[in-house]
T-cell receptor, first 113, second 112 residues
C-alpha cells in the first residue's frame, strides 16, 4: 500500500519568508510525528499528533514553528520568518497508534538562503 | 530527557562478515527500541525493533539484543551484503507523545 508522502520534496526559500510543509500519513494511522534531521543535531523529535490533537508542543524549536492536523489525516508544519539555521530535512512519520512502529516519509529538504 | 549514544560512527566490514552496532540509553522508563536504515536521499526505514519485555529478536540476517539492566541494545547483521551499506540509527522511546530519541547514526560500509 501507499506509504507516508511529503511535499514538496525540496524547498528553497529566502531568509524571512514563511514556508509550509505537508505530510500525508498512511491511511488509517492515527498517530503522526514530525522530526528534523540536520548535520549538527542529528534526528530531532519536534511534535506528535494523536488524531488532531498535539498534547505537547515543547519540542518545536521556536515560536516561529507551528503544526496542525485536520480531519485526523494530513498535517502541515509551518515555519514563519525562516532563518538559515532552519535549513534541514523535515521528516514525517505515522503510526497505527501512539505505541506502535513509526513509518517515515521521504522528507522535505528545506534550504534557507 | 532521554539520551541515546551510538557506536561506532563508522563501521567497515568485508562482504560476508558480521557487523555489530551498539547503543546505550539513559532513561530506564524507555520501553521501545527500533532500528532504522537510511539510504542517501531517503527517509529512515524501520528494519527491526524490540520492546523491553523481550531480550532478543531475530529476522533473517538481522538480530537485536536488549540488556535492560545495563541499558544497552545492539544490532547484529550477519552475512553482510553490498546492499546493507547505509546509515543505521538506533532509537529509544516511552511511546505515545514521547516520540523517538535517536542515536547519531552509524555509517556501515560493506567492502567487496
Amino acid at each position: 500500500g501507499a506509504g507516508v508522502s511529503q511535499s514538496p520534496s525540496n524547498k528553497v526559500t529566502e531568509k524571512g519568508k514563511d514556508v509550509e510543509l505537508r505530510c500525508d500519513p498512511i491511511s488509517g494511522h492515527t498517530a503522526l510525528y514530525w522530526y528534523r534531521q540536520s548535520l549538527g543535531q542529528g534526528l530531532e523529535f519536534l511534535i506528535y499528533f494523536q488524531g488532531n490533537s498535539a498534547p505537547d508542543k515543547s519540542g518545536l524549536p521556536s515560536d516561529r514553528f507551528s503544526a496542525e492536523r485536520t480531519g485526523g489525516s494530513v498535517s502541515t508544519l509551518t515555519i514563519q520568518r525562516t532563518q538559515q539555521e532552519d535549513s534541514a530535512v523535515y521528516l514525517c512519520a505515522s503510526s497505527p497508534g501512539g505505541y506502535n512502529e513509526q513509518f517515515f516519509g521521504p522528507g522535505t529538504r528545506l534550504t534557507v538562503l | 530527557g532521554e539520551n541515546v549514544e551510538q557506536h561506532p560512527s563508522t563501521l567497515s566490514v568485508q562482504e560476508g562478515d558480521s557487523a555489530v552496532i551498539k547503543c546505550t540509553y539513559s532513561d530506564s522508563a524507555s520501553n521501545y527500541f527500533p532500528w532504522y536504515k537510511q539510504e542517501l536521499g531517503k527517509g529512515p526505514q524501520l528494519i527491526i525493533d524490540i520492546r523491553s519485555n523481550v531480550g532478543e529478536k531475530k529476522d533473517q540476517r538481522i538480530a537485536v539484543t536488549l540488556n535492560k539492566t545495563a541499558k544497552h541494545f545492539s544490532l547484529h547483521i550477519t552475512e553482510t551484503q553490498p546492499e546493507d551499506s547505509a546509515v543505521y540509527f538506533c532509537a529509544a522511546s516511552k511511546g505515545g507523545a514521547d516520540g523517538l530519541t535517536f542515536g547519531k547514526g552509524t555509517h556501515l560500509i560493506i567492502q567487496p
